[in-house]
């Protein structure tokens, strides 16, 4: 089996490494690879991005925002977590998560862990989740990827993947929100999170003797243009999501209640009404200005960069009325 550590902590390139591994290395051995990515959510395949996060804090804190090739729910990361990729041809059956968890409870096992396989595809500790896992197949080929949460900062994952009070509704896979924990609190003797990633190798190494592989610079260069044109990309990262539907309410002082009625496709506003008790002009103007536009901040602000919002919903400010637009909190 070869091995590959990424030395990148960007999500982008090395989603778009474990693909390139999968499509273009593995064809004739099994990979088993480390890695870790900034503070960063990671999305699943089938998923709405935007029903996912926290955008106002994800912005603010400048999380990145990734889609990956896989089922399964959103998962927040950063340099206290630890990612594995087995990628393997016969090797386990689609979906049959435990004989790739295996190798990693019987790591942990090393170093005094007492992990369990449980549910669909997670991995615990005394009923606390650490490990949440997922699969991809193509071609007779299985890519299963986990996570382990070593010294995350839970507080950061709480607020990032925060559960949207909205209605939205819509296609798209929701994550559900479990109890979680780190496993550093649980060692007898305390590690780094590198010195960790190594014991997890020596382990792996012992049960499947791994061969390590050193990316070359043209495998670099076809991992950064397929990040370029995939991982890196609004379309692929939102734009890919489900169509869906929101509704939300709010009361403004010295405005009135306004009530929007929206339609994304292809993460771009497809339709949108306003309702309410407000006072303004004729709001068709504001309509046309919004419909096709990225459902994103940035994108609407620009839009209406020469529109004034107070014609429209009397005394209401420019900013309160893109926070009200663009927050599904």
Known sequence: MRYIRSQSNNPSFNLAMEQYVFDRLSKQE???????NDNSIIVGVNQNTIAEIN???????????????????AMYQDLGNVNFTFISKGKGQIFDFSSFVT???????????????SGRNDVTIDGKKFSG?????KDSRIMHHGTILFDSDLSV??????VSSSKLEGKGVKSVISRVTNIRPYLKSDISVNEFMDILFNSIDEQFSLTPYELTQEDIKEIELLQKNRYATWEWNYGHSPSYTLRKVKRFDMVGNIEILLSVKESRIDKISFYGDYFGQDI???VE?????RYEKADIKQQLKEVNIDRYFKGLSKEDFIEFLVSVQ
């Open 103 to 117: 190798p990693i409870i019987n790591a942990l096992a090393t170093i005094g862990i007492e992990a369990k396989s």
């Open 289 to 293: 200005k919004l419909i096709e536009t």
């Open 157 to 162: 994952l709480s607020k990032a993947l925060k």
């Open 284 to 286: 068709s103007p504001l």
């Open 133 to 137: 896992n997922a699969q991809y197949q």
């Open 30 to 36: 099994d990979v088993f690879m480390l890695w870790q």
């Open 55 to 73: 955008a106002s804090y994800v912005n603010e804190n400048k999380v990145n925002v990734v889609r990956r090739l896989s089922g399964g729910g």
